[in-house]
């Protein structure tokens, strides 16, 4: 299994690291100790997306499922709500992406509130989630009504000068899914899912998709009571020299402990009281999930920190500075290849081939998803160059995107929606968004990071609710093809001819001559 999972996180970062290697040597050139660097965080980051995938089948994806069934088994619907809202906080607080994005705003918002609000914004939206599957309410109309009230909340902001904030919110609803919440979340949902008399395999999905929407709205509402004028994104000054690695770990250690921590305190409370009969070999197999789970982020957070996060920043800063226009198409490659080494990614496509019994392949959807991100980047990319408003991509996207819920089935709706929040994760966060960064900042000046460079992970989180549901549409209508073609090829039975009675073929007459009065 262990090396299974490295192969995959090889064949995953191999295409952007050399991606990377190629921009140093050429357009952006490095020293020989930053593209060393460089290559010592991709090492990095392979170990620590095997070993993080490792954790996830071991440890998070057990735990979630077995928190879903036993809390719904209760049938107590106060205890599934509250449960529901503290596993969303608790994870979201742990989550390594939103501590990026807080920590890159440290200047102009204490981090702690805008990660508690992100939190409490999961937290409400889980518990909604639950909400939905045990009741049976429509994914869509649930989505349909929280997105209005996302660009009813947006519209007012802009009227009151304070448009600058919409980028930050849409960004936090995109890194909230990250690679702690979303295996937790995901298998929550299955847990759920299994129990009710809903079960169904959409059902299964769509949990990741409300919890994404949350902290857009808790973020807009800060929004009223901050001053947007003085908001100022804080420059990492990790110098991407393998100098940085000692320092890097050390914070990674803490802040992964921070993360882990919540979720392993909880495991060790529902053990000792829901689920005392669970078998020790369990018990054990799930603590050393956890173990392999802290260990992958520590090491994936690191690689990506000290290593993809400088060479991000520098490459965006120079591609800005002498070769803009090759920022477009570059976008669009790094973003194609990109997305396969986010680690969650992985984790929902094994989740969707699993529950759809096969018949959804992850392969499939895995193209799909980086051809989306491949026309994410390079949208945000046009806006970095050209500093058009986020309202001319965010509005229509995903009024098209709540269109097409009302023609596609179900399971790709929800499997759409899930896939946005998955595909912004830290590589985005850590990546994508510094290189955007530096290139705006090469351009334009620090003062039009927040409208142009952020926004970015808005971009990478919307796409895939367009291509996913098209990929759904497209596999629906040939579907419904095949089914006609087969029917007419197919020839109806001859029926045995029989000699009527008069009285039948009198009656048979009356009627006739009716249906054509009637016509």
Known sequence: MVLSKVKESLISVLPIATIVVILSLTMAPASGSEILSFLIGCLFVIGGMSLFALGADVAMIPIGEMVGSSTTKTR???VILVVSFLIGTVITLAEPDLTVLASGLAASINPWVLIALVAVGVGVFLALSMLRVIFGISLRLLLTISYGVVFLLAFILSLLGKSSFLPLAFDSGGVTTGPMTVPFIIAMGLGVSRITSHSETGESFGFVALASVGPIITVMLLGFFVDVTALLPTVETTDGTIAAYGATILEEMKDTAISIGPIAAFFLVYRFTAHRNMPVRTFWR??????YTYIGLVLFMTGAHAGFG???RKIGYALGSDFPYVLIPLGCLIGFMIVAAEPAVHVLNE???KISGGTIKRTKVMLTLMVGVAISVGLAM?????TFSIWWLILPGYGVAILLSFFTPKVYTAIAFDSGG????????TFLLPLATGACISLHGEDYVMNYAYGLVAMVAMTPLLVLQLLGLV???KAKAAEKRLAEATPLPTPTPTSPSPALGEESAEKAEIEVIDL
């Open 286 to 291: 799930i603590v050393f999930g956890i173990l």
């Open 351 to 353: 989740q969707i081939e």
């Open 310 to 312: 400088a060479a991000g």
């Open 382 to 386: 046009l806006r970095v160059l050209y």
């Open 475 to 477: 596999t629906y209508l």
């Open 76 to 78: 107590n619907l106060t």
């Open 422 to 429: 998955v595909a912004s994760g830290p590589m985005t966060a």
